[in-house]
């Protein structure tokens, strides 16, 4: 389940599964829905923790991940979407003609 704060990733993720991998390791899975899954880490290396709190630290390092992902994604369509031109056809000459009318 999704943390109220990531509410916003929630269009990108199908699921959030927990391992407890050693005494000491836990690992939170967020499986995306391109299939792809991202690992988040915690190491509760002097065990001071319980499992819910160890789970919490995992998802957060995961969401973490998610959210540069997210970032660098948008980024480069961002980069995409500028490099296009943004004008076709019978735009440009109608703005060819706006321009000519203003210049009279």
Known sequence: MLHQEDKHL??????IEYQEVTDTI???IVTLKNEHSVIGTYNDYMRLYEQDICNH?????AMDKVT??????NKKLHEMM???????GNVIHIEKLVIKVKNK
């Open 26 to 28: 836990t690992i939170c």
């Open 68 to 73: 540069e992902l997210e970032y660098y994604a």
């Open 57 to 61: 630290h995992a998802y957060r390092d």
């Open 10 to 15: 929630e269009d990108v993720i199908e699921k």
């Open 82 to 88: 500028c490099s296009q031109p943004e004008h076709t």
